[in-house]
């Protein structure tokens, strides 16, 4: 199904995208990278307010990697609100201190 939600989302279909994984996560509700996945599908159709309450529960994660910090840092720097964006990135540092990705995204 994730597979089939990435096709979608890699044909700019995000609709349906979202369809199929929230179908998979009536499955697996707990799986990071179904749940990664819908966030991201939610931004890149621009519906932030679904992409943050989905992020921000994962954040929280222990499982959590340096792509959830990412991703919301870049969520929050696409809605204005910087000073939230820096929060995220600094603390996806101290979690993930070899993460180009956010050192480069601080910058």
């Not at 597979?3 to 700019?12: C, H, I, L, V």
């Not at 990664?36 to 943050?52: E, G, I, M, R, V």
């Not at 609100?81 to 979690?95: A, T």
Request: hydrophobic residues 40%.
């Amino acid at each position: 199904m994730q597979e089939t939600a990435r096709g979608f989302m890699g044909q700019g279909d995000f609709n349906n995208a979202i369809l199929v994984l929230n179908k998979a996560l009536e499955q697996t509700p707990a799986d990071l990278e179904l749940n990664k996945d819908l966030a991201l599908a939610y931004f890149q159709k621009s519906d932030y307010t679904k992409a943050q309450a989905i992020l921000k529960p994962l954040l929280e994660r222990t499982d959590a990697d340096a792509s959830v910090f990412q991703m919301a840092g870049m969520l929050y720097k696409t809605t204005g609100d910087l000073k939230e964006c820096e929060r995220i990135y600094k603390k996806g540092l101290k979690l993930f201190p070899g993460s180009g990705a956010l050192h480069k995204r601080l910058r």
